[in-house]
């Protein structure tokens, strides 16, 4: 599914009519499971996870800063806690740095140019729904179509 690259308040109502096409057995619990987890959920609601107008939308960068992490370790997975605590604290001292280049557009995050290209694409039919130019349906489809493994 491509809810997530709605607005958040978009989400149920068009989960809604998806749901209603359900009409095999395995489908309609499928959309149960979803309703109950995703849509009504008080812990997952969908403004936590929709990513509309969001670059960022994987753990990808998570998973890279932590890979990282564990390099600096020395690749040990049982830390003795006063090592913790100083592979975090040099972490730490990084974070202003960082923001800062960041921000002067000199730090930049590494993607592949399929990804970069999907990303594009997805920002375009981002704007064309601001415009006006398609319906929360539209963007729908389009997104599933674009969100299709390669």
């Known amino acids: 599914m491509a809810l997530s690259y709605l607005p958040a308040d978009k989400i149920e109502r068009r989960f809604r009519r998806l ?32 990513v509309f107008l969001e670059a960022v939308r994987t753990n990808n960068d998570l998973e890279g800063w932590h890979n990282g992490l564990n ?45 970069r290209t999907m990303q594009r694409r997805l920002f375009d039919l981002w704007s064309q729904y601001e415009d006006g ?8 489809e389009a997104c599933a179509h674009l969100a299709q493994p390669m």
């Not at 923001?99 to 000199?106: F, G």
């Not at 130019?133 to 729908?140: G, I, K, P, V």
Request: glycine share 2%; charged share 20%.
């Open 19 to 50: 749901q209603q096409q359900a009409t095999v057995r395995p489908l309609q619990d499928f959309c149960s499971y979803i309703d109950e987890n995703w849509i009504i959920s008080q812990t997952f609601p969908p403004q936590n996870w929709s």
């Open 71 to 115: 390099r600096r370790a020395k690749g040990r997975s049982q830390l003795p806690l006063y090592i913790l605590i100083q592979v975090l604290h040099r972490e730490a001292t990084l974070v202003s740095m960082q923001i800062r280049l960041v921000s002067d557009k000199k730090l930049k995050r590494h993607q592949r140019s399929s990804y």
């Open 133 to 140: 130019l398609r319906n929360s349906n539209e963007l729908l």
